[in-house]
């Protein structure tokens, strides 16, 4: 099945050496709420935990991407992750997009490629700020 949301935060809470207790006090949150969250019982933190989570387990731009995908696969309804809608809301071409590539069932492969091609855009403009 892979990674779930919980099992991610507790490797992580272990990767930096916490204990269940302070990692709880660290979030202000309860002992007990953290280890349902980590044990997938729960998968409603509010978005200020999710901060917090990103901020105490010291997460980079990727791993926080990754536990919202992940915290998204654990709701019980189909859902999105946390930072995403808002964006797919304001943008008609993003929806238009993404329909068309599910009715075209775009491969991985073509989906790579058209990451890549942004990827190198964030390159080049990191690189011209330095310029």
Known sequence: MGETFGFFIARKKEELDYTLRGFARKLGISAVYLSNLEKDRRNDPSDEIIKRLDEVLLLTKEEHAYMLDLLAKAKKRPSVASDLPEYINERDIVRVALRTAKDVDVTDEE????????????KKADADKFE
Not at 111 to 122: C, S, Y
């Open 111 to 122: 989906w790579q490629d058209f990451i890549e091609r942004l990827e190198k855009r964030i």
